[in-house]
């Protein structure tokens, strides 16, 4: 099919996710992938700096990965996860085993990051109503995404992405986040106000609140808005102390994007549940785990179903899936990648630090960059975004801001050479918008 065919038959009858069809520009056909670029029908290469929403965390058609999916296909591709096993599964977990935080020793598989959360919710209700107790607040950050299944997006109400949906949505309750940056002088006053309103928070519905669910370090889709390890660390110890259950959303930060293989690690902190998706299959198949303590399994047992986990998905722990992932977790020792990440996060630095003033509240953290540009019109919809694109696409790159926030979180394998491509571009980007 040539590539004008193709775009009339998707403009024709393609629904494209995040897009308002009615304004947006005709879809890029992409042909082929390789390493950190992906090359269109009409032969144009174009740097994928944002690891294609977050998920191939080596590059493109890594063939290792590859692989080990199609030699898997050669012996079973799925099989009902109800009543029957598999080794890719259990190889996947007794793997996951040696990386995760301590304690998180049960793994619940399902499909992408949207439905990890989702288990997690249904997970601490349950857990609760097992122990006895009727639990239904959830406590979240502001601003926080945790994905478009409506639990997950009843956590992300404030993200401001879901007005449409308010009325299958249910009621969240809702800290302040300390959002800091590079040279933030207010960050301790900003930390010591959302650790009081915990406070307060605990004291009165301590006992009524099921888990509170947080996006570790990074909060992604809400705007690359990054807390300091100690937060979450005290935010840990409060709600242990307060017996409230603490659900890490690992989909976006999980697999290295922090600098260590999970941003629980750099916090120093054990959750209750985390969820994984996204750079779980080296981003080449949906697929998710929620994986939880002992304790919370443990209250699921008994004599009748109503004590059981009532979820499941067709494909679930799908085995192509579990052998992407063995393949990508492999990678994470045979190519040295946390070695690549920081030596990524050295280039973040300095070339952020190059753009000096011109940008505002601009931090790093392992292989994510980001900065804000002061554009008269900042929001999720701002007029500027679609420019923005257009401009980094002509110049073969893929960076899709967030509103007024440009951001990088390119693939563990791009190059030196390549990711100051993208720098480039990006300081040409500065410059034009700041005089336009
Ligand atoms: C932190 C976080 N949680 C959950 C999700 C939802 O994941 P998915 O799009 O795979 O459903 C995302 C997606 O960006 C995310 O960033």
Redesign the pocket.
């Known amino acids: 099919m040539n590539a004008d065919r193709l775009i009339a038959l998707d403009r024709a009858h393609l629904w494209h996710p995040y897009t308002q069809q009615a304004t947006a520009p005709a879809p890029v056909p992409i042909a082929s992938g390789q390493g950190a670029w992906l090359q269109g029908m009409d032969g144009r290469r174009y740097l994928d700096l944002i690891a294609s929403?977050?998920v191939a965390i080596h590059g493109h058609a890594h063939p290792v990965i590859a692989r080990a999916i199609a030699e898997q296909a050669t012996q079973l591709e799925q099989v009902i996860f109800t009543g029957f096993t598999h080794e890719p599964a259990v190889r996947l977990a007794e793997e996951l085993l040696k990386y995760l935080p301590e304690g998180l020793t049960r793994f619940f598989f399902s499909d992408?990051?949207?439905?990890?959360?989702e288990v997690a919710m249904k997970m601490a209700c349950h857990y609760w109503r097992n122990a006895g107790q009727e639990r239904g607040r959830f406590l979240v950050f502001e601003k926080g995404?945790?994905?478009?299944t409506v639990g997950?997006m009843s956590a992300s109400r404030s993200s401001g992405f879901f007005e449409g949906y308010g009325r299958m949505l249910f009621a969240v309750d809702t800290l302040p986040f300390p959002a800091t940056w590079e040279g933030d002088e207010t960050v301790e006053a900003k930390e010591n106000q959302s650790l009081a309103a915990l406070d307060r928070y605990l004291e009165a519905h301590g006992t009524e609140c099921a888990a509170m669910l947080v996006?570790p370090l990074i909060q992604?889709?809400g705007g690359m808005r990054i807390c300091r390890p100690g937060f979450l660390a005290a935010v840990a110890a409060r709600l242990q102390a307060a017996g409230v259950l603490l659900i890490v959303?690992e989909?976006?930060?999980g697999f290295g994007r922090c600098g260590t293989l999970f941003a629980c690690e750099k916090a120093g902190i054990a959750p209750d549940l985390i969820?994984l998706?996204?750079g779980l299959t080296g981003g080449f198949l949906?697929m998710?785990l929620t994986v939880c303590r002992e304790k919370i399994y443990a209250a699921f047992l008994g004599a009748t179903f109503d004590r059981a986990l009532a979820h499941g998905h067709s494909f679930t722990a799908n085995a192509l899936g579990c052998a992407a992932a063995l393949a990508s977790l492999g990678l994470f020792e045979s190519e040295r990648t946390l070695e690549r990440i920081a030596a990524i996060e050295t280039v973040h630095r300095e070339r952020l630090r190059g753009l000096g003033g011109a940008v505002e509240s601009p931090r790093v953290l392992g292989v994510v960059a980001a900065f804000e540009l002061a554009l008269p019109d900042r929001g999720y919809g701002s007029s500027f975004t679609p420019r923005l694109i257009r401009f980094f696409l002509e110049r073969g790159m893929i960076i899709r801001p967030l509103g007024a926030v440009i951001y990088l979180i390119p693939p563990y394998c791009i190059s030196q050479k390549e990711l100051h491509q993208g720098w480039d571009a990006i300081h040409e980007a500065v410059d034009f918008f700041s005089n336009h």
């Open positions: 929403w977050w992408d990051g949207s439905t990890a959360v995404y945790h994905g478009d997950a996006e992604g889709a959303d989909v976006m930060t969820c998706s996204k949906p998710a």
